[in-house]
């Protein structure tokens, strides 16, 4: 009889691969998010891309009517040079070393053409400069264009005839930078403010999978201590009490349930090898013994005939290999229901039906019946839940319920693929 169970548990079992995966995704997630904010430039916004067009226009209107008022208008000379030099600057953040390159090669024909531009020549390579400074994720090519950049300025202003301007156009062009400069202060200081606020989200999500991991992890483990504990110890005190009940009647039988006892001892130290395994950190070998599997269940149920129940093993269908979770699961279906037997109906027949069907695995465990054992204490009612959500990882169902005829009935369904 499989006692109902009301606290559920969410992870799988050892071989089930459901809580790595959901770590896997999260921390994927995590790695995405960071990659997108430190290894790949901001995605631009449509006032970015304007600022650079409104830019590059109006760098190119102001040389051009410089050029015109002082050579004159030329349209086969300087004025058709000048749009060339600052119009590379509309796509200054998105190709800022490009830019920057296009604009050293161009910016020399234009003071060729006429020395008297020579200061447009220079803050358009300014202003590339910047641009490659601040947008490049590149760091070695653009310092290596830095000095080149320099020695552009340097043959742009040498023989230059500088212009003179009206006190007016002097306070404009030192105003305009500062105006820009704070412009970009100000943008810095929200990226960085947004950067903090993505990267406290990062670190409260990353805490948030973490605690889910953990969750999981002990689910897992707690699932493990009740399958292991519940069904080795329960046997093991059936047999002790039988021993000491006809110790002094029947001593070669005493010895028997005592060897009995010593069997189901070390099967439980093994099982519970593995899951402490779960919980070391050391450099220890691993233990690669294989979890329980269909191969073992002579010898769990031979644990139980020992406690005196009569148990019968029946296998139908073809037999064939089956993955090692569904494997596990079965085991702990019949160890679980075989189990609640001992302790809820003892004196019962019990039966085992293992049948490999076409496209499933069908585990049925039965009973006739029985008064509950005075050995054990009752259980907490966690084996039903947990072997139900073992079951969903794999596709499979449970039912379990009192049978018509007395006695109680376990039975699992898990899908297999088609042989």
């Known amino acids: 009889m499989v006692a109902p169970r009301d606290v559920p548990c969410r992870a799988g079992g050892q071989n089930d691969p459901v809580p790595n995966v959901l770590i896997a995704d999260q921390m994927r997630g995590l790695t995405g998010q960071m990659t997108r904010q430190t290894g790949r430039l901001p995605r631009l916004t449509r006032r970015s891309r304007a600022f650079d067009a409104t830019l590059a226009l109006a760098l190119a209107l102001i040389g051009a009517r410089y050029v015109t008022i002082i050579n004159g208008v030329d349209w086969t000379g300087s004025v058709l040079l000048v749009p060339l030099a600052s119009a590379p600057l509309a796509l200054r953040r998105r190709v800022p070393l490009t830019v920057l390159w296009t604009v050293m090669v ?31 994720r590149r760091p070695v090519p653009t310092l290596l264009s830095l000095p080149v950049t ?46 903090r606020a993505r990267l406290s989200t990062m670190e409260r999500q990353q805490v948030e999978a973490l605690n889910r991991a953990i969750e999981h992890e002990r689910a897992r483990i707690a699932r493990e201590l009740h399958d292991v504990v519940t069904h080795n110890v329960g046997v093991m005190v059936i047999q ?3 021993a000491r009940k006809i110790m002094d009647t029947a001593p070669d039988q005493a010895r028997e349930a005592l060897l009995a006892v010593e069997a189901g001892g070390r099967d439980a130290m093994t099982e519970l090898g593995h899951v402490m395994g779960l919980l070391t950190m050391d450099e220890a070998p691993a233990d690669l013994t294989p979890q329980p599997g269909l191969n073992r269940l002579d010898a769990l149920i031979g644990g139980v005939r020992h406690a005196g129940m009569t148990v019968e093993l029946t296998v139908t269908g073809h037999q064939r290999p089956v993955p090692p979770g569904v494997e596990l699961a079965a085991y702990r279906v019949v160890q679980e229901a075989l189990t609640n037997t001992v302790k809820h109906a003892s004196g019962a027949t019990a039966g085992v039906v293992v049948d490999y069907a076409a496209d499933h695995l069908r585990v049925e465990v039965t009973d006739t019946g029985g008064r509950p054992s005075t050995a054990l204490s009752p259980g907490r009612g966690r084996g039903l839940i947990g072997l ?16 018509p005829s007395g006695g109680y009935r376990v039975k699992a369904l898990m899908p297999l693929e088609t042989p």
Not at 123 to 129: D, K, Y
Not at 168 to 195: F, H, N, T
Request: aromatic share 8%; with cysteine.
């Open 106 to 136: 161009v910016t020399p024909l234009i003071r060729h053409s006429s020395q008297d531009i020579a200061l447009y020549g220079g803050v358009v390579c300014v202003v590339a400069a910047y641009s490659a400074v601040a947008h490049c």
């Open 150 to 195: 320099a020695a552009v300025l340097v043959i742009l202003f040498t023989n230059a005839k500088m212009p003179h301007f009206p006190n007016g156009v002097i306070a404009v062009l030192i105003l305009v930078p500062v105006l820009a400069a704070a412009y970009e202060i100000r943008m810095w200081r929200r990226r960085v403010d947004e950067g």
């Open 240 to 242: 002790a009490g039988a």
């Open 388 to 403: 139900r959500e073992r079951l969903a990882l794999y596709g499979g169902t449970i039912d379990a319920g009192p049978r």
